[in-house]
């Protein structure tokens, strides 16, 4: 069984950093693709990053790409996402996503965390 917990997720100003931590419970996690999403209220679910399974190989959307970095530690079971240069357009609910064969697809993992908001002010 696989849960996810993702934290970190606060009110920060325009310009600010933020770190999302996302722990993995289950014996596979590093032999399993992570991947974080988020969804703004009346928004589609949107892709942000991905990572493989040893953090080799790396995936953005365009919107956080150069601002924001996914890695993982296997050796603590956790994946994060840093956050720079934070815009109000970053503001959404962050979910972390465990086990996929399509990095970008939000339907192609099959284990979800519950969720952290992030809320940058302006």
């Known amino acids: 069984q696989v849960q996810l917990v993702e934290s970190g997720g606060t009110l920060v100003q325009a310009g600010g950093s933020l770190r999302l931590s996302c722990a993995v419970s289950g014996r596979t996690f590093s032999n399993t693709l992570m991947g974080w999403f988020r969804q703004a209220p009346g928004k589609e679910r949107e892709f942000v990053a991905a990572i493989s399974r040893r953090g080799g190989t790396t995936y953005y959307a365009d919107s956080v790409e150069g601002r924001f970095t996914i890695s993982r530690d296997n050796t603590k079971n956790t994946v994060y996402l840093q956050m720079n240069n934070l815009s109000p357009e970053d503001t959404a609910v962050y979910y972390c996503?465990?086990?996929?064969?399509?990095?970008?697809?939000?339907?192609?993992?099959?284990?979800w965390g519950q969720g952290t908001q992030v809320t940058v002010s302006s």
């Open positions: 996503s465990a086990d996929s064969l399509v990095p970008r697809v939000a339907t192609s993992y099959n284990y």
